[in-house]
Nanobody, 119 residues
């Protein structure tokens, strides 16, 4: 069983920063190697991929967050992070942690954490 728990969301003014964390706990199942992502979903919009990081640390970003957001991971702790700087009101959304396990092709989602950026 795999559980993902996000934390770190909140209310911040435009130009501010937040750091999201996602703790993954896995028992009795294959969990690595894997790809860990952050998605977000704003009201009335589709869920979109924000950033991805592989087991070996290769990262990629949506164009809308390049240069402002940084994804990182700690494989020993099964954690993934999203450092968000220079936040904009359009970054307001529920942010979800997602994991794709390579060998099983299983997808896992966290419950989401709200990020609100005021102008």
């Amino acid at each position: 069983q795999v559980q993902l728990v996000e934390s770190g969301g909140g209310l911040v003014q435009a130009g501010g920063s937040l750091r999201l964390s996602c703790a993954a706990s896995a028992s009795g199942t294959i969990f690595s190697p894997n790809v860990m992502d952050w998605y977000r979903q704003a009201p009335g919009k589709q869920r979109e991929l924000v950033a991805t990081i592989t087991s070996i640390g290769s990262a990629s970003y949506a164009d809308s967050v390049k240069g402002r957001f940084t994804i990182s991971r700690d494989n020993a702790k099964n954690m993934v992070y999203l450092q968000m700087n220079s936040l904009k009101p359009e970054d307001t959304a529920v942010y979800y942690c997602h994991v794709l396990v390579i060998h099983t092709l299983m997808h896992y989602w966290g419950q989401g954490t709200q990020v609100t950026v005021s102008s």
